[in-house]
C-alpha cells in the first residue's frame, strides 16, 4: 500500500468517524435551533471543475496533518462522476494527498454532492460518503464556501492561493448571516 492509499485510508476513517458523529456533537452545541442551512440556487458542474485552493477551513481531524499548500482538483468524469484529488503540505515538507469520488444529489444543477475518499468497493455504504453542499459562489466561479447540514465542516476555497480581502470579508458575512461560527474559522497559511 503506497503512502498515498494510507493518506486516503486514514482520511476515510477520519471523516467516516467525524460524519458519524457530527450530528451527535451538532445537537449537544446547539442551544438554540437554526435554520437549515441554504445552498446556493444552481451550480454550474462543469464550470466547477479545476483546481481550488483552500482559504479557510473549520479544524477537522482528517486534515490534521494539513500544514500548506491545500487544494482540491475536480475532474468531471465521462460518466458523471467527479474525481477529487485533495492534497496538502505537512509541516515537514511532504506533500500528501487522497483521491475520491463526488456524485450530484438530485438536479443535474444540484449543488448538493456526496463526496468519499474511501475505496471504490465500499461506495454501497452509505456511511462512506459524506455531504458536500456549495452554500455561498460568486458568478465568476472564482470564491465558494461549502459545508454540510449540521454545519459541523466548514471550507472557503478559491481558484488563486491569494483572495481579494474584500471579497473574504463579504463571504465570511453571509457565513455569518447563515449561521457559522466564526471563531472557529481558520485563515489557510498563505503561499510565498
Known amino acids: 500500500m503506497t503512502y498515498t492509499h494510507r493518506c486516503a485510508a486514514a482520511s476515510f476513517l477520519a471523516l467516516a468517524l ?8 451538532h445537537a449537544q452545541a446547539q442551544a438554540q435551533p437554526q435554520a437549515p442551512l441554504a445552498t ?48 496538502c503540505r505537512t509541516a515537514e515538507g511532504e506533500m500528501i494527498e487522497a483521491l475520491g469520488e463526488a456524485r450530484q444529489q438530485g438536479a443535474a444543477d444540484s449543488p448538493r454532492l456526496k463526496v468519499r475518499f474511501a475505496p471504490a468497493w465500499l461506495s454501497w455504504l452509505p ?15 472564482r470564491l465558494v464556501a461549502v459545508s ?8 472557503v476555497l478559491s481558484r488563486t492561493p491569494q483572495v481579494d480581502a474584500a471579497a473574504y470579508d463579504a463571504l465570511v458575512g453571509r457565513l455569518a448571516a447563515q449561521g457559522f461560527d466564526l471563531k472557529r474559522l481558520e485563515r489557510s497559511p498563505a503561499r510565498p
Open 40 to 87: 446556493i440556487a444552481a451550480l454550474d458542474v462543469a464550470r466547477y471543475m479545476g483546481t481550488w485552493h483552500e482559504v479557510a477551513r473549520y479544524p477537522n481531524v482528517f486534515q490534521r496533518r494539513c500544514a500548506a499548500d491545500t487544494s482540491a482538483r475536480y475532474t468531471l468524469q465521462a460518466d458523471g462522476r467527479v474525481e477529487v484529488l485533495n492534497r
Open 127 to 141: 456511511l462512506v460518503w459524506g455531504d458536500y453542499w456549495v452554500i455561498d459562489l460568486d458568478d465568476a466561479y
Open 18 to 25: 467525524g460524519l458519524s458523529l457530527a450530528p451527535a456533537v
Open 148 to 155: 454540510e447540514p449540521g454545519r459541523d465542516y466548514l471550507w
